[in-house]
T-cell receptor, first 114, second 115 residues
Framework: DSGVTQTPKHLITATGQRVTLRCSPRSGDLSVYWYQQSLDQGLQFLIQYYNGEERAKGNILERFSAQQFPDLHSELNLSSLELGDSALYFC?????????????FGEGSRLTVL | DQQVKQNSPSLSVQEGRISILNCDYTNSMFDYFLWYKKYPAEGPTFLISISSIKDKNEDGRFTVFLNKSAKHLSLHIVPSQPGDSAVYFCAASKEFSGNTGKLIFGQGTTLQVKP
């Protein structure tokens, strides 16, 4: 158990819809990262938040957005969903960005867009 | 632009033998490298790391080698055990050049260790 909690574990929805994925980081971790893993692909970095502020942005589509709340949990919002958005979405956390590099991952949220 | 590449999608080895997983990177600014292991239905878990000031780091059965001139790293597992069967991801970051701590991952290599 990494201490990172993601909900929901599975989600099936239709094209054009909007979903929200939620992540609770490890206790005390200030930094949250979102990654996307599509079929046969590696983990693609989407976005990072540190203590409520956006810290880094990767290959995140404009239809996607995220935020980190004062209690440090984070949400990833995916809108106008397309078939290609079907993927595993991982959240990871770390205590201090840029030191040690180890991230702790949740079990992921599997999104299926039909 | 795939900055971290794992060119072997899969690897199969016999129990007790050595497993060697390879990873190449293109960005010379990367200075910290990690290997993660992932079992089905679980998130990736940290396995071992190496800083660019070293060329080898060992932790039990796992050793990571870094060849900076070739921009290549490898993970050696000796001896391999059936429980090592998983997907292994190589990752890189720019720890000492103002990076945020984000990791850039390769595509992963599926290791199967046969009893």
């Amino acid at each position: 158990d990494s201490g990172v909690t993601q909900t929901p574990k599975h989600l099936i929805t239709a094209t054009g819809q909007r979903v929200t994925l939620r992540c609770s980081p490890r206790s005390g971790d200030l930094s949250v990262y979102w990654y996307q893993q599509s079929l046969d692909q590696g983990l693609q970095f989407l976005i990072q938040y540190y203590n409520g502020e956006e810290r880094a942005k990767g290959n995140i589509l404009e239809r996607f957005s995220a935020q980190q709340f004062p209690d440090l949990h984070s949400e990833l919002n995916l809108s106008s969903l397309e078939l290609g958005d079907s993927a595993l979405y991982f959240c990871a956390s770390s205590s201090t960005p840029g030191q040690g590099g180890e991230l702790f991952f949740g079990e992921g949220s599997r999104l299926t867009v039909l | 632009d795939q900055q971290v590449k794992q060119n072997s999608p899969s690897l199969s080895v016999q129990e007790g033998r050595i497993s060697i997983l390879n990873c190449d990177y293109t960005n010379s600014m990367f200075d910290y490298f990690l290997w993660y292991k992932k079992y089905p239905a679980e998130g990736p878990t940290f396995l071992i790391s190496i800083s660019s000031i070293k060329d080898k780091n060992e932790d039990g059965r796992f050793t990571v080698f870094l060849n900076k001139s070739a921009k290549h790293l490898s993970l050696h597992i000796v001896p391999s055990q059936p429980g090592d069967s998983a997907v292994y991801f190589c990752a890189a970051s720019k720890e000492f050049s103002g990076n945020t701590g984000k990791l850039i991952f390769g595509q992963g290599t599926t290791l199967q260790v046969k009893p």
